[in-house]
């Protein structure tokens, strides 16, 4: 599956998809209600057969004759989502879902056969480089401009709103992306921090720009300046989207960054180890940087990325001695605290930088754990300079088995 995001065209004829979204909330907080006071009653929530059959019922009536805009099919896609969320609340033990306020309502989706596309001939010169669609949905046509080609049978189309009022679709395609490129050869671990994003076992680093704090004082301005205004005034309401536009912009500085590194680490390197992070402990101790950093968002991207190209992105068991074992004798510090950046091995004096070595133990633990051979620091005047990884290459270059 492919799933490409497209902005919808900003005119009038939007308010109405607004609306519409607005009933699939209010349709939401009503079954969540009922569920809610079910569950109190008998101990779960009510099941996805019982809502789609009481939501006919209530469309039938008078009162209800909106909620018949949305397709039904939307309206039955939150029901099996309302419902798998009283699911997972018994057996993950899981907090009941919260009510939102209609307007906060974010998605619709429908089925590929109820989106039809048609592709626009007459459009307009001014509306950018990429050819211009409609789309069909609920009964009105919608122009958006497809930047990404559509190479297979469009499956689901989901339909969402940010904070700012911005309508987009994603459409999900019956295809699967793949970009062949010459194997490398190489295997890399990898350290994740705080003051350096990642530290490969070959010695190089890559930093974080941090973007959420160097945004930190155009928001506090900005929050400041909304909380001064008359509440649900119009200059609150503008004020609220300055606020949103500055969360917009940092998230999307952060996924670029994560992309365009995604992309460079997956040609680079055929096999990428990663230790397995606790990041709900991280956020304990260091807060919003771990959030600011966003480990787990690019590791999913990094994931996407190699599953393309045919790489393997693979994890060590987070309870492995990879910080305070030397990398070269194996000796473990139990003394070694989090301020200690560098430190030497007292068993063979060798000097050893935190991250690094940390990196070199994940290779070699993540090496030895999937079998593909061993690894062997170079050391050079009590100064690790690298490593080597002494594997099977039948192993290293076939990595389908590990994608």
């Known amino acids: 599956m492919r799933n490409t995001k497209h902005k919808l065209f900003d005119d009038k004829s939007l308010k109405r998809l607004h609306d519409e979204l607005n009933i699939c909330g209010v349709v939401r907080n009503h079954f969540l209600a009922l569920s809610m006071r079910y569950y109190r009653r008998y101990g779960k929530g009510l099941s996805y057969s019982k809502m789609s059959k009481h939501l006919t019922k209530l469309k039938r009536l008078e009162k209800y004759q909106h909620w018949n805009i949305p397709y039904a099919w939307s309206l039955q896609n939150i029901l099996k989502r309302l419902a798998q969320s009283f699911r997972e609340m018994r057996t993950h033990k ?32 001014n509306e950018r480089n990429h050819p211009t669609y409609n789309i069909r949905l609920n009964g009105r046509w919608y122009r958006f401009a497809l930047h990404r080609e559509i190479k297979g049978e469009i499956k689901q189309v989901h339909v969402t709103r940010d904070a700012l009022g911005d309508l987009y679709i994603t459409l999900t395609e019956d295809y699967s992306e793949v970009i062949p490129e010459p194997k490398t050869g190489k ?16 010695g190089q680093r890559w930093t974080s720009p941090m973007f959420y704090k160097q945004n930190a004082k155009k928001l506090a301005k900005a929050q400041q300046t909304y909380s001064r205004k008359v509440k649900g005034s119009q200059n609150q309401e503008r004020d609220r989207k300055t606020i949103a536009r500055i969360h917009k912009k940092t998230a999307n500085q952060r996924a670029d960054h994560h992309w365009k590194l995604a992309i ?140």
Not at 293 to 315: C, M, T, W, Y
Request: aromatic share 8%; proline share 3%; with cysteine.
């Open 187 to 202: 295997a890399e671990g990898f350290d994740m921090g705080i003051k350096d994003f990642l530290t490969g076992s070959g």
């Open 264 to 403: 460079e680490l997956s040609r680079n390197f055929d096999i990428l180890f990663f230790e397995d992070l606790n990041l709900t402990g991280m956020k304990r101790l260091w807060g919003k940087q771990v959030s600011d950093l966003a480990f787990g968002e690019f590791l999913e991207k990094l994931k996407h990325q190699a599953k393309k190209r045919i790489k393997s992105v693979l994890k060590v068991d987070e309870w492995s001695p990879t910080t305070k074992c030397c990398s070269v004798c194996e000796h473990k510090n139990e003394n070694l605290t989090l301020a200690d950046r560098e430190w030497a091995c007292p068993s063979c004096n060798t000097h050893l930088d935190r991250d690094h070595n940390a990196a070199i133990n994940i290779l070699k633990e993540g090496v030895a754990s999937f079998g593909l051979g061993a690894v062997r620091p170079i050391v050079l005047l009590g100064k690790i300079v690298g490593c080597s990884v002494e594997a099977s290459s039948s192993l290293l270059h076939s990595t389908n088995a590990f994608a």
């Open 94 to 125: 899981r907090g009941h879902p919260q009510f939102k306020k209609c307007q906060k309502h974010k998605g619709m989706t429908f089925d590929g056969a109820q989106a039809p596309l048609e592709k626009v001939f007459n459009a307009q010169k």
